[in-house]
Every structure is written in structure tokens, then in C-alpha cells.
């Protein structure tokens, strides 16, 4: 280890001690990765107590089962989306940032006190909000959308969290001013830590609309202010609840192009063109947050025409472009690595053994068809008609979040334990199996929920049998096989993220270490793995099998979309 002090105008200096890794010759800083990995352990705790939650949700939903009763029912889907859509994600992102500025620039963190502040707001406020969520008095599930009230402390722990979250952010860009004027590094900076920085311009709008929001309403549940206005919460609350997911995003797609890098030596077609995309992710991402209220009055027809159409689909041309470069790359990569032969020896012969890259092309695969097209579809306004407050939102909720983002940060998991904690993978064979275990279940609970959406099933209610409904209302038969079917898949997910959280925890514990021996990685590094933290693109190759599989995708969607246009026409049927 070494440690150097270097005073730069205007920021204070301090003593920065650094190790160099051994795998990939990137200098860390110490204090860096000490908050990388206390941020880890504190998401993949989150995601397990979130994960439980979710499993007695999906029980309950499968009338075979009917696990819980409606009171618990609502107080665990509370729990389950603050765990799950916020805290596991944003404490994995926030220890993303801090590796991708401080890591991959060889840069010292910038102020880690007020980082370790940062943190400690986190586990506090995601803390409080769980206690109150287990004390019972603040069932308002995720949205908690007035005139529903929960204890103050509710949305207090919220606050504190958005808060928290936000001062990560902080120190990520005053590294990034850190890295620039020590110059650790050269030329632009790496693709991988400009989709970070994406995230967390993104993460700012997002993070302090559900403080401007959460404020009042924390004033409301003490009794200072008489009320918070439905229409004006539900508005900016969900330039929280849906941009998170936009942060989501562009983390996990800089975790695509991370992981590609480091086990097949892929780099990007065109930097140029990846950043684009990166950059219609900040400009226009956010607006898909209106397919929450494209059936709700208050909004004109004309602003959510625009919202949901001409703006919406050029933050879609950024994923597009992202479908395309990212597989691109890494077929680029497979042929120069000799994989030449017909259209897809590069994709059969790719390291499927190799948890992070599985994990990794499944989010992709994934999140482009499931949480991708049904996202287009949900947000066009005519269609929303279909599929507004169904379990059809929960189900793109998980082919974006959980598919995606969720999968895309358990395989860059077995990446951040060997790279940051220093420790190698313990029992690998287990490792190899866990991404399609829970990367089928979760893809079983998009598909399903969406079904049974389609059919009608109800998005909030606890009991779709409504047996204890003054108005009796049946469901066709075939939900009731879609539920039964989303239960199974739960099932098999929840194995899969336990898996996940005892391989994590067991080789935090009891890993080989590898600080203090010469061991090699259960899962290699590729020779060229420096190329996740390089300035450049490689030449465009002839990229058939690319070709193919785009062409599979947009095939899909058109048939998709257009089928959905058809349900639609049968609604004005009049006999």
C-alpha cells in the first residue's frame, strides 16, 4: 500500500492510502473501498429482507394459497417495494459510484467523512421507515398516495434516506473533480463511469423530488399543515418513484459494459455513440414517469400526448441504441477472441459458466423484451387504458427492475467481491447455477403478472376471488392460472436471491482471501479486462449474429404492440 498526499485548490487534501490490484493494476483508494463495500453489504441485506417480502406477496396473490390476511397483506407490499425498489437498489448504486469514479480513475474519494455521513443517513432513514412499516400504522404500500396517512416517522426515514443518497451523489462528482484535477487519468473518462455519472444526474431529479414531496407530507402526518393535495403528490412522487428506476437504468447499463469488459475484453463500438444514448437518457428518461397518471384527470390530453410520445420515445432510442452496441461489443469481442465460425459460434461459445456474464446477457436479454416493449406499450397513452392499476405494471416493474437492473447487479456482484472485498467466490459451481435460477423466476413473474393484468387481474387487491365483495365479479379462468404460475415463479426467484445472499455473505466470511496469496479468480479475469477503465472504441466489425437477434427483437415488438392495438379495438365492440 502506498499513501500519498496531494493538496488541490480548493478541496481540502488529506493523506489518501491506495493498494493496487493485482488483476486489473487499477489503484484503490482504501477509504474508497472500505464505503463500496459497507454500501454492498448494506444493499444485499435490504434485498433479503425485500426478497421475503416479496414471496409472501406472490403466496397471498395465488388464490391456491391465499397466504395472508389483507391487513398483513398491505403492510408487507409496503415493505417490500421501500426494501426492495429503493433500498437495495440505491445503496448498490451509491457503492457503483464510488467504483466507478474512485476505482476506475485511480483517483482518492473525495471527503469520505461526509461520505460515511452520507451512509449512516441511508441505514437510518431505511431503518425508520421499516420500523414504522412493521409497527402497522403505515400500510400505504409503496405509493403511499394521500388522503392515506402513515406515522410520520414513515416519511421521515424516507426523507433521511433521499437525503443520505444524495450526499453519495456528492462525493461522486467531487471525485470526478478530484480525478480531473490530479489527472489520474487520461483523455475522456471511461464509458463505464460516464453512464455513473448519467445515473447520478439522474439520480439528483429523482432524489430530491421525493424530498420536495415527502417534506409536506411529513408536515401533514405531524399536523402542522392541514393536507397534501393528491394530484401535486402523485406527480412529483412519481419523479421519484418512477425516475429511480430511470437512475436504475443507466447504472445497470454501465454494469453491462462493465462486466463485458472484464470477461471477454469487449469494448464499444463507437464511444461516441454509447454516450449519446447515455445523454437522451438524461433528457428526456424521466418523462416515462407519466404512464402513472395518463388515466388520471388534472393533466391535459396534450401534455401527456407529448410526454408519452414524441418525448418518451427518444429516451427509448437510448435504450434501442444500448440493445444494439452492447451485444454488438461483445460478438466484436467473441470474433477477435477466434470465434469466427458461422452466425452465433461467438454467443454458444461465450462463458455461460461465468455467473457475472450470464447474469449480465440475461439482464440484457431480458429487460429489452420484457420490461422494454411493455414499457413502450404502457407508456402509450391510448394503451395505458388496458392495463392501468392491473398487475400488469408490477409485472413491467419486474421485467425493468428485477430482470434488468436487480440481475444486472448480482452478476457485478461476483465482480465487487473478488475486485473490492479481496475475497474469491466461494463455492462456484453453486455460483454458476444462480443467475438462471433467479434470472427464470423473475422473468416467470414479468411474464405472469402481465398475463394476468392483461385478464384483468387488479393491481392492489389482496384477494382476486373478492369473496368478502358485496358485488360479486369473476375473473376468467385463465388468471387464475396466471397467479398460480407468478406463485411457482416466485418461489423458484426466492431461491435464486437466496442463493445469491448466502454465496455473498458465505465468501465475505469465509472466501479465500486474496490479499495475502497469489491465487487465481474462480471466475477469470480476460487478459484485456483493463479495457473497462480505457478511453476508445474499436472498429465496427461485420456483426451478423447482432443482426439477428435485433431483428428478433423489433419483430417481437411490432407483433406485440400491434396485438395490444387489437384488444384495444374490441373495447368500442358494441353488439
Given at each position: 500500500m502506498t499513501a500519498i498526499d496531494i493538496p488541490?485548490?480548493?478541496?481540502?487534501?488529506?493523506?489518501?492510502?491506495?493498494?493496487?490490484?493485482?488483476?486489473?493494476?487499477?489503484?484503490?483508494?482504501?477509504?474508497?473501498?472500505?464505503?463500496?463495500?459497507?454500501?454492498?453489504?448494506?444493499?444485499?441485506?435490504?434485498?433479503?429482507?425485500?426478497?421475503?417480502?416479496?414471496?409472501?406477496?406472490?403466496?397471498?396473490?395465488?388464490?391456491?394459497?391465499?397466504?395472508?390476511?389483507?391487513?398483513?397483506?398491505?403492510?408487507?407490499?409496503?415493505?417490500?417495494?421501500?426494501?426492495?425498489?429503493?433500498?437495495?437498489?440505491?445503496?448498490?448504486?451509491?457503492?457503483?459510484?464510488?467504483?466507478?469514479?474512485?476505482?476506475?480513475?485511480?483517483?482518492?474519494?473525495?471527503?469520505?467523512?461526509?461520505?460515511?455521513?452520507?451512509?449512516?443517513?441511508?441505514?437510518?432513514?431505511?431503518?425508520?421507515?421499516?420500523?414504522?412499516?412493521?409497527?402497522?400504522?403505515?400500510?400505504?404500500?409503496?405509493?403511499?398516495?394521500?388522503?392515506?396517512?402513515?406515522?410520520?416517522?414513515?416519511?421521515?426515514?424516507?426523507?433521511?434516506?433521499?437525503?443520505?443518497?444524495?450526499?453519495?451523489?456528492?462525493?461522486?462528482?467531487?471525485?470526478?473533480?478530484?480525478?480531473?484535477?490530479?489527472?489520474?487519468?487520461?483523455?475522456?473518462?471511461?464509458?463505464?463511469?460516464?453512464g455513473a455519472l448519467t445515473a447520478a444526474i439522474i439520480a439528483v431529479f429523482t432524489l430530491a423530488s421525493g424530498a420536495i414531496i415527502l417534506i409536506p407530507t411529513f408536515l401533514w402526518s405531524v399536523g402542522l399543515i392541514p393536507g397534501v393535495d393528491p394530484l401535486m403528490y402523485k406527480v412529483i412522487w412519481w419523479g421519484m418513484g418512477h425516475s429511480s428506476q430511470q437512475m436504475n437504468v443507466s447504472a445497470h447499463v454501465a454494469?453491462?459494459?462493465?462486466?463485458?469488459?472484464?470477461?471477454?475484453?469487449?469494448?464499444?463500438?463507437?464511444?461516441?455513440?454509447?454516450?449519446?444514448?447515455?445523454?437522451?437518457?438524461?433528457?428526456?428518461?424521466?418523462?416515462?414517469?407519466?404512464?402513472?397518471?395518463?388515466?388520471?384527470?388534472?393533466?391535459?390530453?396534450?401534455?401527456?400526448?407529448?410526454?408519452?410520445?414524441?418525448?418518451?420515445?427518444?429516451?427509448?432510442?437510448?435504450?434501442?441504441?444500448?440493445g444494439l452496441t452492447v451485444p454488438g461489443a461483445i460478438e466484436a469481442a467473441q470474433r477477435r477472441n477466434g470465434y469466427t465460425k458461422g452466425v452465433f459460434e461467438w454467443l454458444r461459445k461465450a462463458p455461460w459458466g461465468n455467473p457475472a456474464f450470464s447474469g449480465m446477457f440475461m439482464s440484457l436479454v431480458m429487460f429489452g423484451f420484457i420490461g422494454g416493449i411493455s414499457g413502450v406499450v404502457l407508456g402509450t397513452e391510448q394503451l395505458n387504458l388496458l392495463m392501468h392499476n392491473t398487475l400488469y405494471v408490477p409485472g413491467h416493474f419486474h421485467g425493468t427492475v428485477v430482470t434488468g437492473t436487480t440481475l444486472a447487479f448480482m452478476a457485478m456482484t461476483y465482480y465487487v467481491l473478488p475486485l473490492v472485498f479481496q475475497r474469491d467466490i466461494i463455492w462456484p459451481r453453486l455460483a454458476k447455477w444462480q443467475p438462471y435460477l433467479f434470472g427464470g423466476g423473475a422473468a416467470g413473474l414479468a411474464l405472469f403478472m402481465m398475463g394476468a393484468g392483461t385478464l384483468g387481474v387488479p393491481r392492489r387487491h389482496w384477494d382476486i376471488t373478492f369473496a368478502d365483495a358485496n358485488l360479486q365479479f369473476e375473473l376468467p379462468s385463465g388468471a387464475f392460472l396466471m397467479m398460480g404460475l407468478n406463485g411457482v415463479s416466485a418461489l423458484l426467484a426466492t431461491i435464486g436471491g437466496g442463493l445469491f445472499v448466502v454465496i455473498?455473505?458465505?465468501?465475505?466470511?469465509?472466501?479465500?482471501?486474496?490479499?495475502?496469496?497469489?491465487?487465481?479468480?474462480?471466475?477469470?479475469?480476460?487478459?484485456?479486462?483493463?479495457?473497462?477503465?480505457?478511453?476508445?472504441?474499436?472498429?465496427?466489425?461485420?456483426?451478423?449474429?447482432?443482426?439477428?437477434?435485433?431483428?428478433?427483437?423489433?419483430?417481437?415488438?411490432?407483433?406485440?404492440?400491434?396485438?395490444?392495438?387489437?384488444?384495444?379495438?374490441?373495447?368500442?365492440?358494441?353488439?
Open positions: 488541490v485548490e480548493g478541496i481540502p487534501a488529506r493523506t489518501a492510502t491506495f493498494r493496487t490490484c493485482r488483476f486489473t493494476g487499477l489503484k484503490v483508494d482504501i477509504a474508497a473501498q472500505r464505503l463500496i463495500m459497507v454500501n454492498a453489504v448494506a444493499a444485499v441485506v435490504f434485498l433479503a429482507v425485500g426478497g421475503v417480502m416479496g414471496l409472501l406477496i406472490a403466496l397471498t396473490r395465488w388464490p391456491a394459497v391465499h397466504l395472508l390476511p389483507s391487513e398483513w397483506f398491505y403492510l408487507v407490499l409496503t415493505g417490500h417495494g421501500a426494501n426492495v425498489l429503493l433500498y437495495w437498489i440505491i445503496f448498490f448504486e451509491v457503492a457503483l459510484l464510488y467504483f466507478a469514479s474512485a476505482v476506475l480513475l485511480n483517483s482518492r474519494l473525495a471527503t469520505p467523512r461526509l461520505a460515511w455521513a452520507g451512509f449512516w443517513l441511508m441505514l437510518a432513514g431505511a431503518v425508520m421507515t421499516n420500523v414504522a412499516v412493521l409497527q402497522g400504522d403505515s400500510s400505504v404500500m409503496f405509493t403511499s398516495y394521500p388522503p392515506m396517512l402513515a406515522a410520520p416517522h414513515f416519511y421521515l426515514g424516507l426523507i433521511l434516506f433521499a437525503v443520505g443518497a444524495l450526499i453519495g451523489v456528492a462525493v461522486f462528482f467531487g471525485t470526478l473533480v478530484i480525478a480531473r484535477e490530479e489527472r489520474t487519468y487520461e483523455g475522456s473518462i471511461p464509458l463505464v463511469t460516464f454494469v453491462w459494459y462493465a462486466i463485458a469488459a472484464l470477461t471477454i475484453g469487449a469494448k464499444p463500438l463507437s464511444e461516441k455513440v454509447s454516450r449519446s444514448a447515455f445523454l437522451l437518457y438524461i433528457l428526456f428518461l424521466q418523462l416515462a414517469s407519466a404512464h402513472h397518471i395518463l388515466a388520471d384527470p388534472g393533466m391535459s390530453a396534450t401534455w401527456k400526448i407529448v410526454n408519452t410520445s414524441y418525448m418518451m420515445y427518444l429516451a427509448v432510442l437510448g435504450s434501442l441504441i444500448h455473498a455473505v458465505a465468501t465475505i466470511l469465509w472466501g479465500k482471501r486474496l490479499d495475502k496469496s497469489n491465487a487465481p479468480l474462480a471466475f477469470p479475469l480476460h487478459k484485456r479486462a483493463e479495457a473497462v477503465a480505457q478511453y476508445g472504441g474499436h472498429a465496427t466489425v461485420k456483426l451478423p449474429g447482432t443482426v439477428v437477434l435485433v431483428s428478433i427483437f423489433f419483430v417481437s415488438f411490432v407483433l406485440y404492440y400491434f396485438v395490444n392495438w387489437k384488444y384495444l379495438s374490441e373495447l368500442w365492440l358494441f353488439r
